[in-house]
C-alpha cells in the first residue's frame, strides 16, 4: 500500500496531463480554485472529570488544550490545487501527569505534597491530584500536502496526499488517493478515497510498571530504594518476600507499530432545489499495538498494593482525601487488530431564505463490541446579508467495549481489559451556539488577503460518566487579492 501511494505521487502528474490532453475540446473552463485561499481556526479546549484511564478510571481527568490550524489552497493552474494544512495542538493534562503521581504538585495545589516528595522520595501520591511530571503537557503537530486536479468538463476531480504527525509518545506517517465522480449535471456526487496510516509508538509506561522491569523486578533498586510498600491493611510488606507486589504480566510491549487502514465511500444527492441528502461510509481495519501503554489496570482477584501513609488505609474509605497511591497490577492491553464501521447519513433542508436546517445520523459497530449512535442538528439563522447564527445540538450513546470494567473490577484470567471509560457505556449531550459573518466582495483586508468570513464558536459537552467539556473556537478565512 505504501509504494502504491509513492508510486502514485511520482506518476500522477504526468498521467493527469496525459488525461487532459486526451479529453475533447472545450470552448471556455472556469479555474477550480479563482486565487489563494487561507483559512485559520484557533480553538481552546478545557475539561473535567473524575475517570482517568491513566490511573485506572479514577482521578482527576482535567485537561486543557489550545490549539492552531491553517490551511492553504493554492491553485496551480485552470485545473489543479494543491492545499497545505497544519495543525499545532499544546495541552496541559492532569491525568497524564500522574504517569508518576509521586513527582509532586508544581502547581501549588499540595505544598506539602511536592515537599515531601523532593525530601523523603516518592512516599505519597494521589490519582486526585495532578502531579509535576513531565507528562503533564506535550505539543501534538500536524501536516497534510494534497493534490487535486479537475478534468476538463469538471466531472472528474482525482486528489492524493501526503500527511504527517508527532507526539511525545507516538510519530505517524499517512497518505491516501481519492476519486470524485459528479452525474446528472453535478446533482449526483460519487466518492471513494483510500488512506493509509503508519504509527511508531515510543511507549511511555506508569512509574511503578518501569522501574519493575528495568529493575528486573528488584524492589529495592532505583526508584522503589527506601521506600515502603503497604499491602491493604497498611502493613508493610517484605519487598523481597513470595507475596511482594509485582505486576500481573511478565513484560512490556514489543510491538511498537500500528496500521490503519480506511477506505470512504461517499454518495451525495441533490433531490430538489431545496434538499439534499448523503451518505457516508468508512469502513476502518487497524493492526498492531493498539492499547494504551500509559492507562494502569487493578484487578480484583488480586490483593491491593500502596505507596503512601499508613494511616490512610482502607483506601476505599475516602479516596479524595486519602494521600495514597494503589500500584497498578498491569497496563491496558487489548487486541491486536480491530474493525470499525462508521455509516453516516446527511440531510439538508432549506426552509426559507432565511433558515436553512443540517440534520446528521450516524451508527458505528466494531469487533470490539461497541455500538454507537449520534444524532446532530444544525439550524443556520440569516440575519441580514452577512451574519448567520447557528445554534446546534448532538446526542451521543454506545454500548461498552468486551474487555471494559471499571476500577479494581477486571479480573487478571482475562486476555484483555481496559479501564478506559471512553471504551464504556456512556451516553453524551453538546450543546452549540455559532456566530459567522460572511463578506462575499471580501471588503475587509489584512494586507493582500481579503477577508470571506469570520466565525466564533461555543460549544458545552456533558457525558453522562460525569465528564464536562467547554470549546471556544475562532476562524477567519481569507483570499489573495488577484
Given at each position: 500500500?505504501?509504494?502504491?501511494?509513492?508510486?502514485?505521487?511520482?506518476?500522477y502528474?504526468?498521467?493527469?496531463l496525459?488525461?487532459?490532453?486526451?479529453d475533447p475540446?472545450?470552448?471556455f473552463k472556469?479555474?477550480v480554485?479563482?486565487t489563494?485561499e487561507?483559512?485559520i481556526l484557533?480553538?481552546?479546549y478545557?475539561q473535567?472529570g473524575?475517570n482517568?484511564a491513566?490511573?485506572?478510571?479514577i482521578?482527576?481527568?482535567?485537561?486543557?488544550?489550545?490549539?492552531?490550524y491553517?490551511n492553504?489552497?493554492i491553485?496551480?493552474n485552470?485545473?489543479d490545487?494543491?492545499?497545505?494544512d497544519?495543525?499545532v495542538?499544546a495541552?496541559?493534562?492532569?491525568s497524564?501527569?500522574n504517569?508518576?503521581?509521586?513527582?509532586?504538585?508544581?502547581?501549588g495545589?499540595?505544598d506539602e505534597?511536592?515537599?515531601?516528595?523532593?525530601?523523603?522520595?516518592?512516599t505519597?501520591?494521589?490519582?486526585?491530584v495532578?502531579?509535576?511530571?513531565a507528562?503533564?503537557?506535550?505539543?501534538?503537530i500536524n501536516?497534510?500536502i494534497g493534490?487535486?486536479?479537475?478534468?476538463?468538463?469538471r466531472?472528474?476531480?482525482y486528489?492524493?496526499?501526503?500527511?504527517?504527525?508527532?507526539e511525545?509518545?507516538?510519530t505517524?506517517?499517512g497518505?491516501?488517493?481519492?476519486?470524485?465522480?459528479l452525474?446528472?449535471?453535478?446533482?449526483?456526487?460519487?466518492?471513494?478515497?483510500?488512506?493509509?496510516?503508519?504509527d511508531s509508538?515510543r511507549?511511555?509506561?506508569p512509574?511503578?510498571?518501569k522501574?519493575?522491569f528495568n529493575a528486573n523486578?528488584n524492589?529495592?533498586?532505583?526508584?522503589?530504594?527506601?521506600?515502603?510498600?503497604?499491602?491493604?491493611?497498611g502493613i508493610i510488606?517484605n519487598?523481597a518476600?513470595?507475596?511482594?507486589?509485582?505486576?500481573?504480566?511478565?513484560?512490556?510491549i514489543?510491538?511498537?507499530?500500528r496500521?490503519?487502514?480506511?477506505?470512504?465511500?461517499?454518495?451525495?444527492?441533490i433531490?430538489?432545489?431545496?434538499?439534499?441528502?448523503?451518505?457516508i461510509?468508512?469502513p476502518?481495519?487497524q493492526?498492531?499495538?493498539?492499547?494504551?501503554p500509559?492507562?494502569?489496570?487493578?484487578?480484583?482477584?488480586?490483593?491491593?498494593?500502596?505507596?503512601?501513609?499508613?494511616?490512610s488505609?482502607?483506601?476505599?474509605t475516602?479516596p479524595k482525601?486519602?494521600?495514597?497511591f494503589q500500584?497498578a497490577?498491569d497496563i491496558e492491553r487489548?487486541p491486536?487488530?480491530?474493525?470499525?464501521v462508521p455509516?453516516?447519513?446527511?440531510?439538508?433542508?432549506?426552509l426559507?431564505e432565511?433558515?436553512v436546517?443540517?440534520?446528521?445520523?450516524?451508527?458505528?459497530?466494531?469487533?470490539w463490541?461497541?455500538?454507537s449512535h449520534t444524532?446532530?442538528?444544525?439550524?443556520?439563522?440569516?440575519?441580514?446579508?452577512?451574519f448567520t447564527?447557528?445554534?446546534?445540538?448532538?446526542?451521543?450513546t454506545?454500548t461498552?467495549?468486551?474487555?471494559?470494567?471499571p476500577?479494581?473490577e477486571?479480573?487478571?484470567?482475562?486476555?484483555?481489559y481496559?479501564?478506559?471509560y471512553d471504551?464504556?457505556?456512556?451516553n453524551a449531550?453538546?450543546?452549540g451556539?455559532?456566530l459567522?459573518?460572511?463578506?462575499?466582495?471580501t471588503?475587509k483586508?489584512?494586507?493582500k488577503?481579503?477577508l470571506?468570513n469570520l466565525?466564533?464558536?461555543?460549544?458545552?459537552?456533558?457525558?453522562?460518566?460525569?465528564?464536562?467539556?467547554?470549546?471556544v473556537?475562532?476562524?477567519?478565512?481569507?483570499?489573495?487579492?488577484?
Amino acid at each position: 500500500m505504501k509504494k502504491l501511494i509513492m508510486l502514485s505521487l511520482l506518476f500522477y502528474p504526468f498521467w493527469a496531463l496525459a488525461q487532459t490532453a486526451n479529453d475533447p475540446p472545450v470552448m471556455f473552463k472556469k479555474r477550480v480554485l479563482e486565487t489563494t485561499e487561507v483559512d485559520i481556526l484557533t480553538s481552546y479546549y478545557t475539561q473535567d472529570g473524575q475517570n482517568a484511564a491513566v490511573t485506572g478510571g479514577i482521578g482527576t481527568e482535567q485537561l486543557s488544550d489550545f490549539a492552531s490550524y491553517i490551511n492553504i489552497s493554492i491553485p496551480l493552474n485552470i485545473d489543479d490545487v494543491l492545499t497545505i494544512d497544519a495543525t499545532v495542538s499544546a495541552y496541559t493534562s492532569a491525568s497524564s501527569s500522574n504517569l508518576n503521581p509521586w513527582s509532586g504538585d508544581s502547581d501549588g495545589d499540595d505544598d506539602e505534597r511536592e515537599d515531601s516528595y523532593i525530601n523523603n522520595g516518592p512516599t505519597t501520591g494521589t490519582p486526585w491530584v495532578a502531579s509535576s511530571g513531565a507528562s503533564r503537557k506535550d505539543t501534538w503537530i500536524n501536516t497534510n500536502i494534497g493534490y487535486s486536479h479537475s478534468s476538463n468538463d469538471r466531472n472528474s476531480i482525482y486528489s492524493t496526499n501526503v500527511s504527517f504527525a508527532n507526539e511525545y509518545d507516538y510519530t505517524s506517517f499517512g497518505g491516501g488517493i481519492g476519486i470524485v465522480r459528479l452525474f446528472n449535471q453535478k446533482n449526483t456526487e460519487l466518492s471513494l478515497n483510500a488512506t493509509l496510516f503508519k504509527d511508531s509508538w515510543r511507549p511511555q509506561y506508569p512509574t511503578e510498571i518501569k522501574t519493575y522491569f528495568n529493575a528486573n523486578g528488584n524492589l529495592n533498586a532505583d526508584f522503589f530504594q527506601g521506600v515502603d510498600i503497604l499491602d491493604q491493611n497498611g502493613i508493610i510488606i517484605n519487598k523481597a518476600g513470595p507475596n511482594a507486589w509485582k505486576p500481573t504480566s511478565s513484560s512490556l510491549i514489543n510491538n511498537k507499530g500500528r496500521n490503519t487502514y480506511v477506505l470512504s465511500f461517499g454518495f451525495s444527492q441533490i433531490v430538489s432545489k431545496t434538499t439534499q441528502i448523503a451518505v457516508i461510509v468508512d469502513p476502518t481495519y487497524q493492526k498492531g499495538w493498539l492499547a494504551n501503554p500509559m492507562q494502569r489496570v487493578y484487578f480484583a482477584d488480586k490483593d491491593n498494593f500502596y505507596i503512601g501513609n499508613a494511616s490512610s488505609i482502607p483506601f476505599y474509605t475516602d479516596p479524595k482525601n486519602k494521600d495514597v497511591f494503589q500500584l497498578a497490577d498491569d497496563i491496558e492491553r487489548l487486541p491486536n487488530s480491530r474493525f470499525k464501521v462508521p455509516i453516516g447519513v446527511r440531510f439538508n433542508q432549506f426552509l426559507h431564505e432565511n433558515f436553512v436546517i443540517r440534520t446528521y445520523y450516524r451508527y458505528y459497530f466494531d469487533d470490539w463490541g461497541i455500538q454507537s449512535h449520534t444524532a446532530d442538528a444544525e439550524l443556520a439563522i440569516k440575519l441580514g446579508q452577512k451574519f448567520t447564527i447557528n445554534p446546534n445540538y448532538r446526542f451521543y450513546t454506545q454500548t461498552a467495549a468486551d474487555y471494559f470494567a471499571p476500577f479494581d473490577e477486571l479480573l487478571s484470567t482475562d486476555k484483555y481489559y481496559t479501564s478506559d471509560y471512553d471504551l464504556s457505556t456512556f451516553n453524551a449531550n453538546q450543546f452549540g451556539l455559532g456566530l459567522m459573518y460572511t463578506d462575499i466582495f471580501t471588503k475587509k483586508h489584512i494586507w493582500k488577503f481579503g477577508l470571506k468570513n469570520l466565525t466564533l464558536d461555543y460549544n458545552y459537552y456533558k457525558r453522562s460518566t460525569g465528564l464536562r467539556a467547554h470549546i471556544v473556537s475562532l476562524g477567519a478565512k481569507f483570499s489573495l487579492d488577484r
